[in-house]
Each structure stands twice: as structure tokens, then as C-alpha cells.
């Protein structure tokens, strides 16, 4: 089953009835653990580790989403399925998804879900790994073409980016927008996030975007 | 996650109400968000699917069952309390269906030492002469979903269907 199903079925008013006949977290998490459609995305990311980062991604892109101040975030019960399918298939990325969900706005499960992976999932030197570069690219020139629009793609690119753990994060910025054929817009879109945290990888690329060339300089990101 | 009180739903607890059991110790609980009406609206289709026959009393979710019992609707109440508040608040077990009356508790469990997964109140206890069983109807919050009038044994196979009774009754 693609991802896109996946995700139409955990984001549905169904999935999330179906959580929230819990009253209390353990209920919940039973819940979480037994659901069909999260046991089905997580065999997909045993099938293909790297689609974890386009769940992250989603997760992101749900966090960002605006919320009415009147009522609990509607995403709160595929936030909390997404970083609980994450932190069992990928740890530091269950971390990173529990970071995300800190930003969210009038969650409650994925609140609890996030407080438990960060409590049981204590970060370590292996949490950042990531493939290679031409994996990553390999990638986006495959499976991300057909799972992912545009607007998701560029929070997986921006994600891989954010967990890269330093040289080259520019040129790989670069290398995935290319191989996944990201429109212009969304490339700098990207680079926008990363503006916004004053991220110095983008000072070559500011010098040399105004000359209409950019620059393969490696850069250390201190993360 | 920064800015989240450690001890969540004690008194320290911007987020809890005062809420303290017979004895006057602290029960933890913590308010909530309502849902999206839209949500509510799904969660009863979903409720009404998975259990044909029970009936829609309100559709609230920022308490949940032991909140509605123990908390009058107010705030959520923090399912591993359960035990200690009905100890606290002095109920009883009643081993026998017969003795049942409303405003009892039932209580809905997966294993016999398990967790109490679920709480309601009984609204009705009637005799069916023809099977000589008790037919008990219970009223309760079904987590986050809504209130539901239901039989004793209609509610979703998640609450696991060891069930208990209790009651505070006195003088009787």
C-alpha cells in the first residue's frame, strides 16, 4: 500500500475515534501498538527504512498547519501514530518527530506520546545517522517522485538537511532538489527554513545566489 | 518537552483542578481541549458502528470516563487513580449482579490484575423473566468520543470485558 493511503487512513476522523476511545495512556498506546494501518506503515519503513524520513516530514508539515485556539489540534491523534511508528522503526528520528511535536499546538496524545519516547529513547552518538548522500539522492529520484507532493518534499528535503551533521549540507540541499525536480519556489522555500535559523550554510549561498551561481564550499554546521 | 510541568495533574499542575478524593488526598487530573465538532461528529458514527444500539447522552471530550464519575464532567481524570479513589471514597465490590441498583459503578478491565480501562455509572438494573438474567444499562464516557447510554456488555472490545462492580451505598 502506498504511503499517501497510508496517511488519507491514519489522518481520518476514524483513526482517531478509534484512539480516543481511551481514557487514560495506556489504553492508548495499546491502541497505537495494535492499529492496522500503523502496523502496516511500519512494515513499510522495515521494507524501506528511508520512507521514515517522509513520514517526518509529514509530521513537520502537520505541526506547521495553523490551529482554531477554540479546539484540540484536529492532527493530534496522526501526530501522536506518526512519532510512535517512527520511534519503533527509527529511534533518532522518533526523537527528532518528539522534538517536532513540542511546536504543536493543543495536542494531547501525541503529547503523551512524545513526553514517552523522549523519556524511554534516550538520545545517543548513533541517533543522526543517515544513508549516504547518493543513497539519499537515489532515493529522491525514486520512491519520493511517487509518494510525495511538493509541499512534502521539501520538508524531507529540509529534514535530511537538519540531520546531515555538518560538510556539504548546502551541496546536499542542492543535490536532492535537483533529483527530485523541486520547483524553484520550493527550493527556496527550503532555504528559507533555514534562514529563519540563521543557519551559516546559507552564506555562500546568498553571496552566489545574487551572481546567478552557487557555491560548493563545504560549510560546518553546528547543529 | 520544555515548558511541560513534571508532575503532571498534581496540584502544582497549572492545568489541574482542585480535586481531592473522601479523605482529602490529591486525585490527579488535568483539564482539556474540546475536539473539533467535526471530530465529534466522527467519533459517533464510529461509536455508533462499532456498537449497534447505544444511544448519544453528549459529545464532549475534555473529560474522560473517570472524570465524568469522579470529577462531574470538569476535567480529566488520571486513570491510574482509580483504584486508590474508590478505596478512598470508601466503595464497595458487589459480587452479586442481583444486587445492583443505579448510580452503581461498573468497571471494565482486559486482565483480572489489570488496569481499570474503563468506568461508567449504572443507570438501570432490570430483570428479564424469560432468561431469569439481570439486564444492566450503564452511562459512560467513552474516552475522548462522547457519553453513551449502553447494555453493560456493548462497548468497544477495547475495554476488555472482566467487569466489576461498586458502590458507596449506605444504610441499606
Known amino acids: 500500500m502506498s504511503l499517501r493511503k497510508l496517511f488519507l487512513e491514519i489522518e481520518s476522523g476514524a483513526f482517531a475515534a478509534r484512539l480516543n476511545l481511551a481514557s487514560g495512556s495506556r489504553l492508548a498506546f495499546w491502541t497505537l501498538d495494535a492499529d492496522p494501518a500503523l502496523n502496516r506503515l511500519e512494515e513499510e519503513l522495515a521494507e524501506d527504512p528511508q520512507k521514515a524520513l517522509i513520514v517526518l516530514g509529514r509530521v513537520e508539515q502537520l505541526v506547521r498547519i495553523n490551529v482554531d485556539h477554540r479546539y484540540e489540534n484536529p492532527h493530534d491523534a496522526a501526530l501522536s501514530a506518526y512519532c510512535w511508528v517512527l520511534a519503533k522503526s527509527n529511534r533518532g528520528l522518533g526523537r527528532v518527530a518528539a522534538h517536532l511535536l513540542g511546536s504543536s499546538r493543543q495536542t494531547w496524545w501525541a503529547r503523551k506520546v512524545a513526553d514517552a519516547v523522549l523519556e524511554n529513547f534516550p538520545a545517543s552518538t548513533k541517533d543522526t545517522e543517515t544513508k549516504t548522500a547518493p543513497a539519499q539522492v537515489e532515493f529522491f529520484e525514486g520512491v519520493a517522485q511517487r509518494e510525495l507532493d511538493e509541499d512534502q518534499t521539501a520538508s524531507a528535503i529540509y529534514l535530511l538537511a537538519s540531520l546531515s551533521t555538518g560538510t556539504g549540507k548546502y551541496s546536499l540541499i542542492s543535490a536532492l532538489t535537483s533529483a527530485s525536480k523541486l520547483s524553484s519556489s520550493s527550493r527556496a522555500e527550503v532555504l528559507g527554513w533555514f534562514q529563519q535559523l540563521s543557519d551559516p550554510v546559507l552564506l555562500p549561498y546568498r553571496e552566489h545566489e545574487e551572481h546567478g551561481e552557487y557555491d560548493d564550499e563545504v560549510v560546518e554546521w553546528a547543529y | ?172
Open chain 2, 1 to 172: 518537552m520544555s515548558g511541560e510541568p513534571i508532575d503532571e495533574g498534581s496540584e502544582h499542575d497549572t492545568r489541574s483542578l482542585q480535586l481531592v478524593s473522601k479523605n482529602g488526598t490529591w486525585i490527579r487530573n488535568v483539564r482539556k481541549d474540546e475536539r473539533p465538532p467535526s471530530a465529534m461528529e466522527d467519533a459517533e458514527a464510529f461509536a455508533q458502528a462499532q456498537c449497534p444500539g447505544i444511544t448519544t447522552r453528549s459529545l464532549s471530550s475534555t473529560y474522560n470516563c473517570a472524570g465524568l464519575i469522579f470529577a462531574a464532567r470538569r476535567t480529566v481524570v488520571f486513570m491510574g487513580e482509580l483504584k486508590r479513589v474508590l478505596r478512598d471514597d470508601e466503595y464497595e465490590l458487589i459480587t452479586q449482579r442481583p444486587r445492583l441498583t443505579p448510580g452503581d459503578l461498573i468497571t471494565y478491565k482486559a486482565r483480572q490484575d489489570g488496569e481499570i480501562l474503563h468506568i461508567g455509572v449504572v443507570l438501570s438494573v432490570r430483570l428479564v423473566p424469560a432468561d431469569a438474567e439481570i439486564e444492566v444499562t450503564v452511562l459512560s464516557q467513552w474516552g475522548f468520543d462522547g457519553e453513551y447510554i449502553h447494555s453493560e456488555l456493548n462497548v468497544p472490545a477495547s475495554y476488555g470485558q472482566i467487569r466489576e462492580y461498586f458502590s458507596e451505598r449506605r444504610g441499606i
